[in-house]
């Protein structure tokens, strides 16, 4: 059997040198290979490509991204990227429940126990020699912690954008364009499911396009060339929306248009 290759994640060192302790102690009957160690989940994040782990011994509770919303993310990117399968490790009781929602494998409570942590690592291992998905991609509706970014995966890498980068996302045929005032990027979610999560910080200003509440500066009218016929040309006016931080202008739906309107007192 294919020896596990694990990375552990906990904010505190103490916790972490706590299981390379139990990790050691149960070697010969359940041997595994740690790669390293992260302090956070960002961390994790920048080491999951080049290490490659096959399972995250995952604290929930660490500054910056709970484990919860890792999992979230690691759960999202089915194409082009294998999650590890994830065991989460914390003193809280209350996340249990977060917890197998993300499709977690185990969630042990500390101080962990060395055969609690053994039989985990053993049905992991199973997992991963079934060939069974460590993940399972949520929708908005069913995750419960609310994510404080975006997940982009490029080049077999997880990128993080914050949600509060955000100045709109446009459906574009098969993708969804996310762009921020620096570049734009690909994601994997539909704008249905990021409107019912997100609802409260992103408007939608067309079928095709949602924007960042208050990243909205105005609207201004515009003329498009429509219905030309035996070489005559109808002018038909309209309105789009002014982004702060984009030059590009965005069209604003007949029905939508009494919900902008309102949002900039016009």
Known sequence: MKIPK???VDDEAPARQRLMTLLSDIQVDC????LGEAENAMSALDQLASLQPDILLLDVQMPGMSGIELAQHLGQHQAGFR???????????????????VHALDYLMKPVRASRLQDAIRRAAEQIRDGHPAALPLTGESALTRRKHFSVLERGRILLVPVTDVL????????????TSQREYLVE??????????????VRVHRNALVTRAAISG?????????????QEKASESWQVIVSGAAERLPISRRQWPVIKALVRV
């Open 6 to 8: 694990i990375l552990i």
């Open 31 to 34: 041997p595994t290979s740690v």
């Open 83 to 101: 999650p590890p399968s994830i065991i989460f490790v914390t003193a809280y009781d209350e996340f249990a429940v977060k917890a197998f929602e």
């Open 168 to 179: 709109f996302l446009k459906a574009q045929q098969k993708y969804v364009t996310l762009h």
């Open 189 to 202: 979610e539909s704008l249905t499911s990021i409107e019912t999560e997100l609802g409260d910080l992103l």
């Open 219 to 231: 609207v201004e009218r515009a003329v498009q060339v429509v219905d030309a016929e035996a070489g």
